[in-house]
T-cell receptor, first 116, second 114 residues
């Protein structure tokens, strides 16, 4: 089945130690998103790629960066994680094709990040 | 201003009963789409149902139906015959006009009791 896959499912890192989360998709969607979600809150968009074009949300901290080496893969890099960065990180994809209007974003299962 | 408002932080429902989750939205676009997602405690976001602003009929998907009242700018989700597996957080979201990003509401936690 076509899907969005996030690895790892759980990630533990130390305060200040860089960490990378990965996302891959088999849907061939041109847009990929990274969301941060804290407990009992709505997902918060960090940034997204429209094809190769990177779009940062205005309030995304500089500590968060992303790479999209090809259509299928996207990475979230946290350069110096702080305790406040402990959260669920969700990757999603969508298509901007002709019938995109009614097409939902497809989400991965998320990576739950803990900071020691 | 909030684009999506979900006023019910949490709800309890008895198994086999129906439950309605409220969602109101705010947009000046004529073309928009409304989505409902389910998020169990395991964390994955599961797409449930979609309603387009030009759709004349309310959307239905199995036990899920969307009560779309355009003049009131509401898009309530109805879950019929609740099951224990329906216990989750439910998010209403909107895509406006030519944008492809989603605006999410704060979510409603549903707990189904046996």
């Amino acid at each position: 089945d076509a899907m969005v896959i996030q690895n790892p499912r759980y990630q533990v890192t130390q305060f200040g130690k860089p960490v990378t989360l990965s996302c891959s998709q088999t849907l061939n969607h041109n847009v990929m998103y990274w969301y941060q979600q804290k407990s009992s809150q709505a997902p918060k968009l960090l940034f997204h790629y429209y094809d190769k074009d990177f779009n940062n949300e205005a309030d995304t901290p500089d500590n968060f960066q992303s790479r999209r080496p090809n259509t299928s893969f996207c990475f979230l890099d946290i350069r110096s994680p702080g305790l406040g960065d402990a959260a669920m990180y969700l990757c999603a994809t969508s298509s901007t094709g002709p019938s995109r209007g009614n097409q939902p974003q497809h989400f991965g299962d998320g990576t739950r990040l803990s900071i020691l | 201003a909030q684009k999506i408002t979900q006023t019910q932080p949490g709800m309890f429902v008895q198994e086999k009963e129906a439950v309605t989750l409220d969602c109101t939205y705010d947009t000046s676009d004529q073309s928009y789409g409304l989505f409902w997602y389910k998020q169990p405690s395991s964390g994955e976001m599961i797409f449930l149902i979609y309603q387009g602003s030009y759709d004349e009929q309310n959307a239905t998907e199995g036990r899920y139906s969307l009560n779309f009242q355009k003049a009131r700018k509401s898009a309530n989700l109805v879950i019929s015959a609740s099951q224990l597996g329906d216990s989750a957080m439910y998010f209403c979201a909107m895509r406006e006009g030519g944008d492809y990003k989603l605006s999410f509401g704060a979510g409603t936690t549903v707990t189904v009791r046996a």
